[in-house]
């Protein structure tokens, strides 16, 4: 059985960081590329970042860019995402998502590209 597990969420300033931290267990062989959605009530779940599985290509929403890392753990089937310099907007709960594939590649942000979803860890930022 296949699970996805997230944290490190929690309530930050504006201004201040943040680290999720996701873990993959359950897949056997065949390592896939992750990413990180986001939601809010009332919206779309957005994509926020996708890493493929070598760990060398790493996409971004616009609006996170310069501000959060994605990488890949030391272990297999694991990820982080380092957010710095958060913002009223990036309050959201937060989704670790293991891709059908290996690589991100330009329909990353779409969600029927993925098979197994964590259940959400919330970030909220603060005045």
């Known amino acids: 059985q296949v699970q996805v597990e997230e944290s490190g969420g929690g309530t930050v300033q504006v201004g201040g960081s943040l680290r999720l931290s996701c873990t993959v267990s359950?897949?056997?062989?065949?390592?896939?590329?992750m990413a990180w959605f986001r939601q809010t009530p009332g919206l779309e779940r957005e994509g926020v970042s996708c890493i493929d599985t070598s760990g060398l290509y790493a996409y971004y929403t616009e609006s996170v860019k310069d501000r959060f890392t994605i990488a890949r753990g030391a272990a297999n089937d694991t990820m982080i995402l380092q957010m710095n310099n958060l913002k009223l907007e990036d309050t959201a709960m937060y989704y670790c998502?293991?891709?059908?594939?290996?690589?991100?590649?330009?329909?990353?942000?779409?969600?029927?590209?993925?098979?197994?979803w964590g259940r959400g860890t919330q970030v909220t930022v603060s005045p």
């Open positions: 359950g897949l056997g062989r065949g390592r896939r590329a």
């Open positions: 998502a293991n891709s059908r594939s290996s690589g991100c590649f330009t329909s990353w942000s779409k969600r029927s590209g993925y098979d197994y």
